[in-house]
C-alpha cells in the first residue's frame, strides 16, 4: 500500500462547537476556546484552518458549528480573509456524529465521493512536516473505503484521553494498523497498563473516510440519525434541518461508529499534540520558571511553586501559592487547585444556571467593525465604550426600545440619525430616539472612541434592526 496523496482532493471539516466551559473565565458559551488566542495572535480556530492550506485549499475546508456561535465564527473566517470556507451551522448541539453526518450531507454538492479529513478546531499540534504525512498516509487508505483514526503514542498513563488498541500492521513499514478496539478514559492503574502493554494510543479525534463510506456506516450503526438526515437529501433547506435536527441522537463518531465497525484503521503519529482540554494542559505547553510556575501577563509574585498565574488586563499579586490556577480576567476571576480543573466545567454549569451573564460572555464583544465593552448597567440603562476602527462602519439600524446617547471622546465620527448625516468632533454628543435609523462611522484614519449610554425599558443586545450591512450580518443579529 502506497503512502502518497490520495487520487483525488481532500475536503477538510473542522468541528468547532463548544461550549467554553473548560477554560472558562477566559473562554465563555458565546466566545468558545476554539476562538482563543492561547498561542500567540492566530485563534486556535485559525492555527487549525493554517495548518491545513499546504494540502486543502480554502474552498474544501469547512467549519461545523452551532448556529448560536455563526457571529464569533464568521468574524474568525472574515479577520483572515477565508469567507470562500463554508460555514455550516447546526441548530442546536447534537455531538461529533451528527455533525459529521450534517457535512456529508452538505457535501453532496461536492463531485463524486471526496475523501473527508475531520479535524476538531481546538486542538495543537507542534509539528507540520508529520501531520501532513499522516493525512497523506490516511487519505490512501480511506479511498480504500477504511474509517481511519490518528494515534497519538501515549507518554504518560493519561486518565483523560480515550485510548485505541492496534491490532496487526496493515503494511510493511507499520503506518498504518487494524483498529482492535477503542476504549474510554480509563482510570490510572489501566492507563498504566496500556502503557507496559504496548500498541495502545491515544484518540487523537482526527479522522478521515470517504463521504460514502461514512454515509454507510451511519446507516448501519445508526439508523435513526441516518434517517433524519437523509430526509435533508436532495436539497439541503435550513428550515428542514431546524425541525429534524433536534430530534437526532447525541452520541460521538467514536461510540456511535468507531467502536462498532470493523473496518477501522489506526494511524500512529507523533506530531507534538495537545488537546488543550484543559488548564492543567495549557500548563505543559510552556516551560515553567525556577519555582514551577507558568506566568502569563501582569503578575507579580512572591513565593508561589507550581502554579499557572494568568492574567489579562490587571495587575495580580500573588504570595505563597502551591499547586493552583489562577485566571484572572475583567470581569471574573477561576482560583482552583490544579487536581480540580475538570470541576471547571460544573463551575461554569452552575453560574448559567443562575443565569450569569459571565458564563455566556466577556465584558468586550468583538465585531467586525472594532468592539464594544460593557461598563455598567443597571435597570432601565446600560453604559458602553465603542471603538471603530478607521475605514469601518457599524450597520444602519434602529431599536425598538432604547434610546442612545453618544458622546465622542476621541476621533471624528460619521453619524447618520434619520435623514441627517453630520461629523461628530471629539467633546460633542448626539441622541438617537427609538425607532430611528441610525449609523456610527469612522472615516478617519485613526481609531473612533465614543461612550454610549442606553436607556429604555429594554437594553439587550437582541433589541435591533439591521437595515444594511457592510458585512455578513442579518437583521435579527446582534450589531
Not at 322 to 343: G, M, S, Y
Not at 457 to 464: K, L, S
Request: glycine content about 8%.
Amino acid at each position: 500500500m502506497s503512502s502518497n496523496q490520495a487520487k483525488n482532493p481532500l475536503f477538510a471539516v473542522i468541528l468547532a462547537g463548544g461550549s467554553g466551559t473548560r477554560f472558562w473565565p477566559l473562554s465563555r458559551s458565546q466566545y468558545p476556546k476554539q476562538v482563543l488566542r492561547l498561542l500567540g495572535s492566530d485563534s486556535m480556530l485559525q492555527a487549525t484552518i493554517a495548518r491545513l492550506l499546504p494540502r486543502i485549499p480554502l474552498a474544501r475546508l469547512a467549519v461545523v458549528t452551532n448556529a448560536s456561535q455563526e457571529e464569533v465564527i464568521r468574524l474568525e473566517l472574515y479577520q483572515k480573509g477565508w469567507e470562500e470556507i463554508h460555514l455550516w451551522l447546526e441548530p442546536v448541539g447534537r455531538n461529533t456524529a451528527a455533525a459529521v453526518g450534517l457535512a456529508a450531507v452538505r457535501l453532496l454538492a461536492q463531485e463524486g465521493d471526496p475523501v473527508m479529513a475531520v479535524f476538531p478546531a481546538d486542538h495543537y499540534i507542534r509539528d507540520l512536516d508529520r501531520l501532513l504525512q499522516a493525512l497523506d498516509i490516511g487519505a490512501a487508505w480511506a479511498e480504500q473505503g477504511y474509517l481511519v483514526t490518528f494515534g497519538l503514542l501515549p507518554s504518560r498513563p493519561e486518565t483523560g484521553y480515550g485510548y485505541i488498541k492496534a491490532a496487526e500492521p496493515l503494511d510493511s513499514a507499520g503506518l498504518a494498523y487494524k483498529c482492535a478496539k477503542f476504549m474510554e478514559k480509563p482510570d490510572l492503574a489501566t492507563a498504566a497498563s496500556f502503557l507496559a502493554e504496548g500498541n495502545y494510543y491515544w484518540n487523537s479525534g482526527i479522522f478521515m473516510f470517504r463521504r460514502d463510506i461514512i454515509l454507510a456506516a451511519l446507516a448501519r450503526h445508526l439508523p435513526e440519525l441516518s434517517q433524519g438526515l437523509k430526509s435533508l437529501k436532495p436539497d439541503y433547506h435550513p428550515e428542514a434541518l431546524a425541525e429534524i435536527y433536534p430530534g437526532l441522537p447525541s452520541i460521538s463518531l467514536d461510540h456511535g461508529i468507531l467502536e462498532r465497525a470493523d473496518n477501522v484503521v489506526v494511524v500512529p503519529v507523533d506530531m507534538g499534540w495537545s488537546d488543550l482540554g484543559t488548564w492543567g494542559a495549557f500548563l505543559e505547553l510552556f516551560p515553567p520558571d525556577e519555582s514551577g510556575n507558568v506566568v502569563q501577563g501582569r503578575i507579580l509574585d512572591r513565593g508561589s511553586r507550581d502554579c499557572l498565574l494568568y492574567a489579562q488586563d490587571r495587575l495580580v499579586g500573588t504570595i505563597g501559592l502551591n499547586n493552583l490556577i489562577v485566571v484572572d480576567t475583567p470581569d471574573a476571576t477561576l482560583i482552583c487547585h490544579r487536581e480540580q480543573v475538570q470541576e471547571v466545567k460544573d463551575l461554569v454549569a452552575a453560574l448559567d444556571r443562575q443565569n450569569c451573564i459571565e458564563a455566556r460572555q466577556h465584558a468586550t464583544v468583538q465585531r467586525p467593525w472594532g468592539h464594544y465593552t460593557v461598563m455598567d448597567v443597571g435597570l432601565g440603562y446600560k453604559v458602553k465604550q465603542i471603538e471603530v476602527l478607521p475605514g469601518k462602519r457599524l450597520s444602519l439600524q434602529m431599536h425598538r426600545h432604547r434610546a442612545e446617547h453618544w458622546v465622542v471622546v476621541q476621533g471624528e465620527a460619521q453619524v447618520t440619525i434619520g435623514q441627517e448625516v453630520r461629523k461628530v468632533l471629539a467633546n460633542e454628543s448626539v441622541f438617537v430616539p427609538p425607532m430611528t435609523a441610525h449609523r456610527l462611522e469612522n472615516q478617519s484614519a485613526e481609531p473612533l472612541r465614543i461612550i454610549e449610554v442606553q436607556t429604555g425599558p429594554y437594553v439587550e443586545e437582541d433589541d435591533i434592526l439591521r437595515l444594511a450591512d457592510d458585512f455578513w450580518r442579518v437583521s435579527d443579529k446582534n450589531k
